[in-house]
């Protein structure tokens, strides 16, 4: 296992000089990723955040191949590109260089868990040998943070704002870790940028699998959340204190739950620190908050459960 | 060596895209297309072929990962039609715009709704201004050797522009049809080995594919792209050139069909082509100097040579099977009318919209339209400019 100190030391592949936001968590969580791997890659990245600050034309931060299609297809791109690798390798067209690749697609949760669903749920279902990465900063931040599926509820996006008469998104987010796992593909993990080095023991393994991984990472961003971009990394491990970024992998359908925390904390650690849920601590909304706290504790149990960790009861 | 056989319109597809052999072939099947990815489907999991086939999810999917097999170095194909084409209308550009030689059949069919699986343009012309190439076949063995020569084109360097091979859905799709094949080591000799310039795949010459372009280059980009397009007549003429060689069959930006001393003409497109050739035949014979226009390659379309071709005519019908909904007229009308006026030739020409949703157009209808057009050369007035023809009104 590569410790943080070699990953620290090893080249960026993602260079620095992009134009991602201070605090931004996309880009932290892609050089982890992209360090883990140990093959030259070809990397797919759907519209969003990661995309129009990283390819800038003339320049790019990518010191691998990259592409950018579109916005709900970064999966379909990626599968294409891996076909083309298998294609030619049989033919025996490739540079001995070229033989072993990685193929990694980058997503946020708008063109993973909303537009681009239907092609990540084909090419997972299709079997290519690819790493799909879900950087989920929970909301459409490069349009200006419009409310997405991955959205948590109660928070203030600016087309689910917190009114007079509604408090912000009124639904849950969707569990879009459990629904890939669904899939029955060789790797899925849920993973958070305060654990680097958990983050990259899962990417390692989802480049070794063969066929499909996904790992969904939660990701900061200080001007969506309304949160301090020093506290950036912080904050992702109040989600996981508070039980509502849960730290999972599922092997061959094996579940296994990754970090607990020692003292589970109240949901209101994790909603005090952002901005978006600022209006939830009004008296009359003082029911979303135990609505969204029976929901967290409801999910972690669910996860408890399938991880083998709930206590007999 | 060639072969005569007796194949509809799909098979011989598929048996042009088994002796092309693409690297790769991202595709959903969608009538009147699905026997296309069937067939080719058979040749993948027979052995016939090296590609690797990519059963998607959707055609927007197929187009997806067709550009994503492309970027990477691969020949890559696909096939659609209708609904299809259109799901995939947002890659299109994205295709082309990034210069990647893709090649795919599209076997027309009208698009919904309402809902509807037989011929019309409406698919096509809807994508002709997405920057691909459009080549149209009058019969299973020009949508054949279109397919096989369009691979040449869109890999020219001059060019690297994907082409759409269009074939009208069931009229060519799924009638039989007498052909020549040619041998599949002719084929591949003649489309050659592709060698992208920087494939994805490259480790050592890592490339970014489909950058964020704004103000200050995509306008050279889209210019770049202009430049292309322009290039692409001699291309085609250059390619069918050598094709003759390979296949003794002529190939040209269109035909011209008894039009050296017409006096009145028709310009059309796809299967009804056919259709009009027996018309004038019969027209002919009646002492009417009747002509036709069979266009091939309608994207980029080329005004000069084809107003040439017409300059010469009293008057002229353009025959469209698609509606534009502008009330002034169909696509290929406005590009003839538009060719006309820049050559500042004396013809008079009208429009005809026939055939929507696979409505049958029959020779006595293609023969009422020169009659139309002698009237107006005789009377020296139009007075319908826009005609919908064999429809109940």
């Given at each position: 296992?590569?410790?943080?100190?070699?990953?620290?030391?090893g080249?960026?592949?993602?260079?620095?000089?992009?134009?991602?936001?201070?605090?931004?968590?996309?880009?932290?969580?892609?050089?982890?990723?992209?360090?883990?791997?140990?093959?030259?890659?070809?990397?797919?990245?759907?519209?969003?955040?990661?995309?129009?600050?990283?390819?800038?034309?003339?320049?790019?931060?990518?010191?691998?191949?990259?592409?950018?299609?579109?916005?709900?297809n970064?999966?379909?791109?990626?599968?294409?590109?891996?076909?083309?690798?298998?294609?030619?390798?049989k033919?025996?067209?490739?540079?001995?260089?070229?033989?072993?690749?990685?193929?990694?697609?980058?997503?946020?949760?708008?063109?993973?868990?909303?537009?681009?669903?239907?092609?990540?749920?084909?090419?997972?279902?299709?079997g290519?040998?690819?790493?799909?990465?879900?950087?989920?900063?929970?909301?459409?931040m490069?349009?200006?943070?419009?409310?997405?599926?991955?959205?948590?509820?109660?928070?203030?996006?600016?087309?689910?704002?917190?009114?007079?008469?509604?408090?912000?998104?009124?639904?849950?987010?969707?569990?879009?870790t459990?629904?890939?796992?669904?899939?029955?593909?060789?790797?899925?993990?849920?993973?958070?940028?305060?654990?680097?080095?958990?983050?990259?023991?899962?990417?390692?393994?989802?480049?070794?699998?063969?066929?499909?991984?996904?790992?969904?990472?939660?990701?900061?961003?200080?001007?969506?959340?309304?949160?301090?971009?020093?506290?950036?990394?912080?904050?992702?491990?109040?989600?996981?204190?508070?039980?509502?970024?849960?730290?999972?992998?599922?092997?061959?359908?094996?579940?296994?739950l990754?970090?607990?925390?020692?003292?589970?904390?109240?949901?209101?650690?994790?909603?005090?620190?952002?901005?978006?849920?600022?209006?939830?601590?009004?008296?009359?909304?003082?029911?979303?908050?135990?609505?969204?706290?029976?929901?967290?504790?409801?999910?972690?149990?669910?996860?408890?459960?399938?991880c083998?960790?709930?206590?007999?009861? | 060596?060639?072969?005569?056989?007796?194949?509809?319109?799909?098979?011989?597809?598929s048996q042009?895209?088994?002796?092309?052999?693409?690297d790769?072939?991202?595709?959903?099947?969608?009538?009147?297309?699905?026997?296309?990815?069937?067939?080719?489907?058979?040749?993948?999991?027979?052995?016939?072929v090296?590609?690797?086939?990519?059963?998607?999810?959707?055609?927007?999917?197929?187009?997806?990962?067709?550009?994503?097999?492309?970027?990477?170095?691969?020949?890559?194909?696909?096939?659609?039609?209708?609904?299809?084409?259109?799901?995939?209308?947002?890659?299109?550009?994205?295709?082309?715009?990034?210069?990647?030689?893709?090649?795919?059949?599209?076997?027309?069919?009208?698009?919904?709704?309402?809902?509807?699986?037989?011929?019309?343009?409406?698919?096509?012309?809807?994508?002709?201004?997405?920057?691909?190439?459009?080549?149209?076949?009058?019969?299973?063995?020009?949508?054949?050797?279109?397919?096989?020569?369009?691979?040449?084109?869109?890999?020219?360097?001059?060019?690297?522009?994907?082409?759409?091979?269009?074939?009208?859905?069931?009229?060519?799709?799924?009638?039989?049809e007498?052909?020549?094949?040619?041998?599949?080591?002719?084929v591949?000799?003649?489309?050659?080995?592709?060698?992208?310039?920087?494939?994805?795949?490259?480790?050592?010459?890592?490339?970014?594919?489909?950058?964020?372009?704004?103000?200050?280059?995509?306008?050279?980009?889209?210019?770049?792209?202009?430049?292309?397009?322009?290039?692409?007549?001699?291309?085609?003429?250059?390619?069918?050139?050598?094709?003759?060689?390979?296949?003794g069959?002529?190939?040209?930006?269109?035909?011209?069909?008894k039009?050296?001393d017409?006096?009145?003409a028709?310009?059309?497109?796809?299967?009804?082509?056919?259709?009009?050739?027996?018309?004038?035949?019969?027209?002919?014979?009646?002492g009417?100097?009747?002509?036709?226009?069979?266009?091939?390659?309608?994207?980029?379309?080329?005004?000069?040579?084809?107003a040439?071709?017409?300059a010469?005519?009293?008057?002229?019908?353009?025959?469209?099977?698609?509606?534009?909904?502008?009330?002034?007229?169909?696509?290929?009308?406005?590009?003839?009318?538009?060719?006309?006026?820049?050559?500042?030739?004396?013809?008079?020409?009208?429009n005809?919209?026939?055939?929507?949703?696979?409505?049958?157009?029959?020779?006595?209808?293609?023969?009422?339209?020169?009659?139309?057009?002698?009237?107006?050369?005789?009377?020296?007035t139009?007075?319908?400019?826009?005609?919908?023809?064999?429809?109940?009104?």
């Amino acid at each position: 296992m590569m410790s943080l100190k070699d990953i620290a030391k090893g080249e960026d592949r993602l260079s620095g000089g992009h134009r991602l936001c201070s605090g931004c968590g996309a880009g932290t969580v892609t050089r982890l990723i992209m360090n883990a791997s140990d093959n030259p890659a070809v990397v797919g990245a759907a519209t969003g955040c990661l995309e129009v600050s990283t390819t800038i034309y003339p320049y790019t931060a990518w010191e691998d191949s990259f592409i950018h299609n579109a916005f709900e297809n970064v999966a379909a791109t990626i599968s294409g590109a891996e076909a083309a690798h298998r294609s030619l390798k049989k033919q025996g067209k490739l540079k001995e260089a070229d033989e072993d690749k990685d193929f990694i697609a980058f997503g946020g949760d708008g063109g993973t868990y909303d537009i681009g669903f239907q092609s990540l749920s084909g090419a997972l279902e299709r079997g290519h040998d690819m790493v799909y990465v879900c950087y989920d900063n929970g909301a459409y931040m490069n349009t200006g943070i419009q409310r997405s599926s991955a959205t948590p509820k109660g928070a203030s996006t600016t087309t689910s704002p917190a009114g007079e008469e509604v408090p912000g998104k009124e639904q849950y987010r969707k569990e879009m870790t459990d629904i890939v796992a669904a899939h029955g593909i060789p790797y899925v993990a849920q993973a958070s940028p305060f654990k680097p080095n958990d983050l990259i023991r899962k990417a390692k393994k989802a480049f070794e699998v063969d066929g499909p991984a996904f790992i969904n990472v939660l990701a900061t961003c200080p001007r969506g959340w309304r949160s301090k971009t020093e506290e950036s990394i912080e904050i992702t491990k109040v989600a996981a204190d508070t039980c509502f970024w849960p730290l999972f992998e599922v092997e061959d359908g094996e579940w296994t739950l990754n970090y607990k925390p020692k003292e589970k904390k109240p949901i209101t650690d994790w909603l005090e620190r952002q901005g978006r849920f600022k209006h939830l601590f009004k008296p009359k909304n003082k029911h979303m908050i135990e609505e969204i706290q029976e929901h967290v504790d409801k999910r972690w149990n669910e996860i408890l459960k399938k991880c083998g960790e709930a206590e007999e009861e | 060596m060639s072969e005569q056989v007796a194949l509809t319109g799909n098979e011989v597809m598929s048996q042009a895209m088994r002796q092309i052999n693409p690297d790769v072939v991202a595709a959903y099947p969608i009538t009147p297309q699905t026997a296309i990815v069937q067939t080719f489907s058979q040749f993948v999991n027979d052995g016939d072929v090296d590609t690797e086939f990519v059963p998607t999810e959707s055609e927007h999917s197929a187009m997806s990962a067709t550009v994503g097999a492309s970027a990477s170095g691969a020949r890559a194909m696909t096939a659609t039609a209708a609904n299809g084409l259109a799901l995939m209308w947002e890659v299109l550009y994205i295709a082309s715009g990034t210069r990647l030689p893709i090649v795919m059949p599209v076997v027309n069919r009208a698009l919904s709704g309402p809902i509807n699986i037989h011929c019309d343009h409406s698919d096509a012309m809807g994508a002709r201004d997405s920057g691909w190439i459009q080549l149209y076949a009058e019969n299973a063995q020009e949508a054949y050797d279109n397919a096989i020569q369009a691979v040449k084109i869109s890999e020219n360097k001059d060019v690297m522009l994907p082409t759409m091979v269009n074939m009208d859905g069931f009229i060519i799709s799924h009638a039989v049809e007498n052909l020549n094949l040619l041998a599949d080591e002719d084929v591949q000799d003649f489309v050659g080995e592709y060698h992208a310039e920087n494939p994805l795949l490259d480790s050592e010459n890592p490339v970014t594919v489909g950058p964020l372009d704004l103000q200050d280059f995509y306008f050279e980009h889209k210019m770049q792209q202009a430049v292309a397009a322009e290039n692409v007549k001699d291309v085609v003429l250059e390619v069918a050139e050598e094709y003759e060689e390979l296949s003794g069959r002529e190939y040209g930006l269109f035909e011209e069909y008894k039009l050296d001393d017409a006096e009145v003409a028709v310009v059309a497109l796809g299967s009804t082509t056919g259709t009009a050739k027996t018309a004038v035949d019969n027209l002919r014979e009646n002492g009417v100097k009747a002509g036709l226009s069979k266009i091939r390659l309608y994207r980029p379309f080329p005004a000069e040579e084809i107003a040439e071709a017409l300059a010469d005519l009293e008057a002229v019908a353009v025959m469209d099977r698609a509606e534009t909904f502008s009330t002034t007229g169909g696509p290929v009308f406005a590009d003839v009318r538009a060719a006309l006026y820049d050559m500042g030739a004396d013809v008079e020409a009208v429009n005809y919209i026939y055939g929507l949703g696979g409505r049958d157009l029959k020779v006595e209808e293609i023969e009422s339209v020169y009659k139309d057009l002698e009237e107006i050369v005789e009377t020296n007035t139009v007075e319908d400019r826009v005609q919908h023809l064999g429809v109940r009104e």
